[in-house]
């Protein structure tokens, strides 16, 4: 029997690295103890990698690893390390079958990080304290697992231009502006309510408080007590609870804000569903939006949709000419090539959600016609936050992104799509994603065998696509998107 030192909050890199040793001297997993640092007692030592080594693993795998390892589980690595014996040996497709019990437990610690990093992005509240060289936010959070290296980077790109610092009982993360570092655990401030910007997030759950969609076994399933210490908002949370039945009664003898925009959306004036209510909610503050010059010669606010329990949300560059007459993404001849490139891969338009990184369209007058013209980095910068606002919305499995545009986006730095498109990676939120040309890119190649080339091409990454959300392309084109 061999003792495997791994640190309890190993990442995938520190466990590929025992593991390719483990492997290189075909060790086999029952001889293999996995201990914490320190520990290995009387146990022999693995020995070094065997040089020459060669090791690949599947994408599959390594999306398992990268989710299972953050779980706090003693028995992860002993599953992990057991899968991939099994994946080397005899069963390459073992990740596939979901009903096999290491796999099966490996997915669950999987869904549990996944959620877990879910409520560190949604429940981190920053508290604003002053340093040497200007402010600094502070955030504590307790999170269940080993999440703290795979969620912090979502800050880093959310809150670029602050310098912040988040505690944990498992280590801190901080942010300069530059560079993301990792430090010890902290341990949690004695007070958390007596900075200014508790006062922001007050004012905006106050105001976003909806009464209607009160229901406080889900608001404490969802928001569990433990994180309500360092959110400035929950100290509101008992008033107006008691006050909602008194409010929603006062919502009920208001007017209908815009009848004619709730018929435009297709519901009745109560909402059936809080998403619904919340995604009505949100457009119409984006129709409003002058945050950069591009409303100015813009028809409107052209907002994403599709069903709010969308699976994949494809993320186009603007709209069009043809869009911003009709309010709608998708709806001119690059729609079009769009919906037919969907068919042909096996993906119904009518189950995705399809959305643009820029809401107003960009153009040059020129005569009589509007040219489209890209949008600068700038303009991208400001208007990503109602894309984020989309997204955390509807919670998609995976999003694709068209383009150069939507690329940087959701990535938040420039991409080159020819070199990362049709490859799975995960956007700095750590949704899972994909990168494929916009289909105007198709459009525009005046040679009809280029053109069709392309079209396959983009045929091929709609199809990956389509296998990425869990399914076989059937699933999907029979609307049985529950079923993967
Ligand atoms: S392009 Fe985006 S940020 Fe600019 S005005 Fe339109 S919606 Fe607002």
Redesign the pocket.
């Known amino acids: 029997m061999y003792a495997v030192e791994v640190p309890a909050d190993a990442g995938s890199d520190e466990f590929r690295r025992v593991a390719r040793r483990a492997l290189s001297h075909e060790i086999a997993p029952q001889t293999v103890n996995f201990v914490p640092s320190g520990s290995s007692g009387l146990f022999p030592i693995l020995p070094e990698e065997r040089p020459g080594f060669h090791l690949t693993v599947s994408r599959s795998y390594a999306a398992l690893l990268d989710d299972a390892i953050c779980h706090r589980a003693e028995d992860r690595f002993a599953l992990l390390y057991a899968v991939l014996w099994r994946l080397k040996h005899s069963e390459p497709d073992l990740v596939s079958r979901t009903s096999d019990a290491a796999v099966a437990q490996l997915s669950l610690y999987g869904k549990a990080v996944r959620r877990d990093v879910h409520k560190m992005h949604a429940f981190v509240r920053f508290h604003e304290t002053s340093a040497e060289n200007g402010p600094v936010f502070l955030a504590w959070f307790e999170p269940e697992h080993f999440i703290l290296r795979r969620a912090a980077p979502f800050f880093a790109n959310r809150f670029a231009n602050m310098r912040w610092i988040i505690a944990t009982s498992i280590g801190t993360a901080a942010w300069d502006t530059k560079e993301l570092t990792f430090g010890p655990a902290l341990e949690r401030p004695r007070n958390l309510h007596d900075c200014v910007l508790n006062e922001v997030w007050q004012t905006y759950y106050r105001t976003t408080f909806n009464p209607a969609r009160l229901n406080t076994k889900l608001m404490t399933r969802e928001m569990p007590r433990k994180y309500w210490g360092s959110m400035p908002e929950t100290g509101l949370i008992p008033d107006m609870v008691s006050g909602a039945r008194e409010r929603l009664a006062d919502m009920d003898r208001q007017p209908d804000v815009s009848p004619r925009f709730a018929a435009k959306i297709g519901r009745s004036r109560k909402p059936e569903s809080a998403p619904a209510n919340d995604w009505a909610a949100l457009k119409q503050e984006?129709l409003g939006?002058?945050?950069?010059?591009?409303?100015l010669a813009?028809t409107q606010?052209v907002f994403g949709e599709g069903p709010l329990d969308s699976r994949i949300v494809f993320v186009g560059e603007?709209p069009g000419d043809f869009e911003d007459i009709a309010g709608r993404p998708f709806v001119g001849p690059a729609g079009r090539m769009f919906h037919r490139a969907l068919k042909e891969a096996g993906i119904d338009r009518a189950q995705v959600y399809v959305t643009n990184a820029?809401?107003?369209f960009k153009l040059e007058p020129r005569g009589k016609r509007r040219i489209h013209s890209r949008?600068s980095t700038a303009?991208v910068q400001?208007?990503r936050h109602?894309l984020f606002r989309e997204l955390d919305l509807i919670d998609p499995e995976l999003v694709v992104a068209l383009g150069a545009t939507a690329a940087q986006a959701l990535s938040g730095k420039p991409v080159a799509v020819t070199k990362m498109r049709g490859i799975e990676l995960s956007w700095p939120d750590d949704r899972r994603g994909i990168i494929t040309v916009h289909p105007s890119f198709l459009l525009r190649l005046a040679n009809d065998a280029a053109r069709a080339a392309e079209y396959e091409k983009f045929v091929a990454d709609l199809r990956l696509v389509a296998l990425l959300v869990g399914g076989t392309e059937l699933d999907i084109r029979d609307g049985k998107r529950n079923a993967a």
Do not use: G, I, R
């Open positions: 984006a939006c002058t945050a950069c010059p591009l409303h813009a606010t603007q820029v809401k107003h949008p303009e400001v208007c109602w």
